[in-house]
C-alpha cells in the first residue's frame, strides 16, 4: 500500500512540474523582444494600466508555480481549494486579481 502513495505522490508532482514548466514557458512567450525593442510610448500607458487591471491566467500561473516551486505547494492548494477549484484553469477569471494578490503575500 505505501508503493502505491509514494506513485500517487509522484504523479501529484509530476502534475506539478508540469504546472510550472506552462508557467515558464507561458513567461518567457509574453517577454519576447517586443517588449524591449519598442520604447514605452504614451499611447503605450494606458494599455499597461488596463493590464494591471486585468490579470491574466498566465500571470496566476507564472506567480503561483513560482510559489510552489519556492516550497509553498500546500499553500498554493489551499488557495486553489479557496477559490473553489483543483486546477487554475476551473477559477473564474474574474477571481484571478485576489488569488494573484494571495499567492504574492506568501512567505
Known amino acids: 500500500m505505501s508503493k502505491i502513495k509514494l506513485l500517487l505522490d509522484v504523479v501529484t508532482d509530476l502534475r506539478s512540474l508540469a ?15 517586443v517588449d524591449a525593442s519598442h520604447p514605452e510610448t504614451p499611447a ?22 513560482e510559489k510552489s516551486h ?13 477559490y473553489g477549484a483543483s486546477k487554475l484553469s476551473q477559477i473564474d477569471p474574474s477571481k484571478y486579481a485576489a488569488l494573484l494578490a494571495e499567492a504574492e503575500a506568501l512567505k
Open 19 to 33: 504546472d510550472s514548466l506552462q508557467a515558464v514557458a507561458d513567461a518567457m512567450a509574453s517577454n519576447e523582444p
Open 44 to 65: 503605450q500607458v494606458p494599455a499597461q494600466k488596463s493590464e494591471e487591471k486585468a490579470v491574466t491566467l498566465e500571470q496566476v500561473r507564472a506567480v503561483l508555480a
Open 70 to 82: 519556492d516550497g509553498f505547494t500546500a499553500e498554493v492548494r489551499a488557495l486553489l481549494e479557496k
